[in-house]
């Protein structure tokens, strides 16, 4: 792609073009892409406008960048390798004029349901090759696709597709992970029992186990695509039109809808993916998140495809059935960047140097890392286990929000720091502001991290909340994209994050915010109140720390009783990956005399510290302070 970066000096040429000309930067990335009519804007709008808009007047559909543009010279090429959870069953792969045919089949196929353009469809799927044709599917006929994370519970599905009013659930009888099978249609049942939204539940036969297909609703994927043709003309889009919604925890409510669309994020997840990666043709990528997040939606099918690249997507975990499969993997299929999370890092460091050392990693080029602050230890055993002090590190900043990487090096082109994302990529302008809003110019600083310039993948709205959308990212800082994270700028200017700077807990990768577990833990019978807060943690980064007061009758239960019967709402309500690492019942909750919860105390207890708690006067009762304490030695020394 002629937007492809190949040295420190081009980059830094780049960057500053990108300040100079915005326009023009973007333009040439722009053209590089098949627009079925020309855009006649490159951007209008900026950070106090209601809206920012990119390449209006184009017309394109992302699947025919990443599908059919490919088709004249490499259709016999890998789009996808796909590695299942059990390492005895077979690799499936599937070229590009394969994935391209059985995603046009697979969009007629929704368009016999009645899918139109703009239509909302809602994915609850495991990793398998169809996540990516049902994903690309959707995009195919002007569809916004939602992936929701197979491990959220029920009512956290259903939650999704009501504020999305999803027409079609794709889903699979059962999901496989390490041992484990996951009830997924049930799941999707449960959900959608008293949607009047939800006309129909496609499902993907993955174990074959029994599930309720009576209801007229529910359709096996292969009886439905059986028959249809492969032939699907791209939709033409707007550029400005929906791509998919993305839900995402924030510091109050529920989570959001994120919307993105078809040109800003085709532009920029291809460009991203292309430069951070130094991908060549022939590469072998693998990134092991899940479709179900962000970075499985820009870096395991978007980007790479766009860029015509081999994608390798792994249905399984990284300790199944040892500690050794991710390299074992690596290994298998001559993986040359791998682009994975800290918290993988750190489990997998904590089996030791064998499992890695017993696989030939010598085809690695670059490795990735992405979703929370990487510490020094991990990134030292990333980069002297892994990648045998060779590959270069890519420590890649951003969010749901963004799109595509923002802050992060280009392969080995970048200067490199231990737990530093690096230099911005050429397009993207961060700053550092005080919490006044003033912009902190120096080197060797810290503040609120915030974006100065708008970028094409940048955060549409929030799906049916503008407002929401407007308070959130853009208002608290006017004339700055707000991103919620504080970050220190070194010497050298590049940049290191801190961590979330509100009331988001970043656990294993996965946001979550600290009011919709604390209204998960309030459905638990006899809790009255509650309050989370994160803790530093050795595998997730971070843990949560629950306190919860309860009424009289929940009290004469045993501590255990109560703490799984916590638990378990916070399953049902969120799903395990939001479960608190620590319960702690409390009869109070420090408060200040306008009944504010001070949670900067209840952080300081949850991290052990127990003595300086600063001025505590403005508490409606100082003395509950001791007894959290006393409460939280309790539960740290078990
Ligand atoms: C955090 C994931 C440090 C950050 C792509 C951000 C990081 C949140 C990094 C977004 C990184 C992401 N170093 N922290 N390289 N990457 N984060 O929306 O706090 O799931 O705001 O997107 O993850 O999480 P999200």
């Known amino acids: 792609m002629s937007f ?14 990108s300040q100079d000309s915005p326009d023009a930067f973007w333009r040439d990335i722009a053209d590089s892409f098949d627009w079925m009519e020309p855009f006649s804007s490159v951007k209008t709008g900026d950070f106090n406008a209601d809206h920012v808009r990119w390449f209006e007047g184009g017309k394109v559909n992302i699947t025919a960048n990443a599908l059919d543009r490919h088709l004249p010279n490499r259709a016999q090429e890998t789009a996808i390798i796909w590695e299942p959870n059990d390492p005895q069953e077979s690799t499936r792969t599937l070229t590009y004029g394969e994935l391209h045919a ?19 469809v809602v994915l609850y799927m495991p990793m398998t090759p169809e996540l990516t ?20 519970s029920a009512q956290a599905l259903s939650d999704r597709i009501e504020d999305a009013q999803a027409k079609v659930v794709i889903t699979a009888d059962e999901g496989r992970r390490g041992a484990k099978t996951i009830p997924l249609k049930a799941t999707v049942d449960a959900a959608t029992a008293h949607s009047n939204c939800v006309k129909s539940v496609v499902v993907q036969k993955i174990t074959g186990a029994a599930c309720h297909m009576e209801s007229e609703k529910s359709v096996y994927w292969h009886d439905l695509v059986a028959g249809h043709s492969t032939v699907c003309p791209p939709e033409p889009m707007d550029s400005e039109d929906l791509l998919f919604i993305l839900y995402t925890s924030g510091s109050t409510g529920k989570p959001k809808g994120v919307v993105h669309v078809h040109g800003g994020y085709m532009v920029y997840a291809g460009y991203s993916f292309s430069n951070v990666f130094q991908y060549q043709p022939g590469d072998v990528y693998w990134c092991t998140a899940d479709v179900g997040w962000i970075t499985g939606h820009s870096y395991i099918i978007y980007g790479p495809l766009l860029n015509g690249a081999t994608s390798l997507m792994f249905e399984g975990i990284p300790t199944y059935p040892d500690a050794g499969r991710f390299w074992e993997i690596c290994a298998k299929h001559q993986v040359n960047q791998f682009y994975t999370a800290p918290t993988a890092i750190r489990s997998l460091m904590a089996s030791g140097t064998e499992p890695v050392l017993r696989h030939d990693l010598s085809s690695l080029k670059v490795l990735g890392t992405v979703g929370e602050p990487i510490n020094e230890e991990a990134w030292q055993w990333y980069h002297d286990t892994v990648g045998k002090k060779r590959c270069p590190i890519v420590d890649t900043w951003w969010q749901t929000e963004t799109g595509g990487i923002m802050i992060s090096g280009l392969g080995s082109l970048s200067p490199m720091k231990p737990a530093h994302a690096g ?13 006044s809003g003033q912009e902190i110019t120096e080197n060797n600083a810290e503040g609120l991290l ?5 970028w094409p993948s940048m955060i549409r709205t929030t799906y049916g909340d503008h407002e929401r959308c407007r308070n959130t990212y853009f208002r608290p800082f006017p004339g700055h994209y707000f991103t919620g994270d504080g970050a220190k700028r070194d010497e050298q200017g590049l940049y290191r994050i801190i961590g979330r700077v509100d009331d988001v807990i970043n656990v294993s990768g996965h946001r979550f915010g600290t009011a919709e577990i604390e209204s998960a833990i309030n459905e638990t019978s006899g809790a009255i109140e509650s309050a989370v807060v994160s803790y530093p943690h050795d595998i997730k980064g971070q843990g949560i720390h629950a306190f919860v007061i309860l009424d009289a009758t929940a009290t004469d239960m045993p501590a255990i009783q109560l703490q799984e019967a916590v638990r378990n709402a916070v399953i049902r309500g969120i799903g395990k990956i939001a479960c608190p690492d620590r319960i702690q019942f ?12 001070m949670r900067r ?7 052990g510290e ?17 007894l959290l304490v006393r409460g939280a030695k309790q539960l740290q020394t078990r």
């Open 4 to 17: 492809h970066i190949r040295s420190f000096e081009a980059y830094q040429a780049a960057w500053k073009k």
């Open 102 to 120: 059985q995603t046009c089949q697979f969009g007629n196929a929704l368009k016999s349901l009645g899918i139109k353009k703009g239509d909302r």
């Open 133 to 152: 044709i049902a994903v690309l599917a959707c995009a195919r006929i002007g569809a916004v696709h939602s992936v929701v994370f197979a491990g959220f």
């Open 423 to 435: 230099y911005p990529l050429p397009g993207i302008h961060p700053v550092l502001l005080d919490p």
């Open 450 to 454: 915030c974006i100065a310039q708008p």
């Open 586 to 597: 409390v009869t109070a909750l420090p408060k200040t005399r306008s009944g504010k919860i």
């Open 601 to 607: 105390i209840l952080r300081k207890v949850a991290e």
């Open 610 to 626: 127990h003595e300086s708690f600063g001025d505590i006067s403005t508490l409606l009762d100082p003395g509950c302070v001791d």
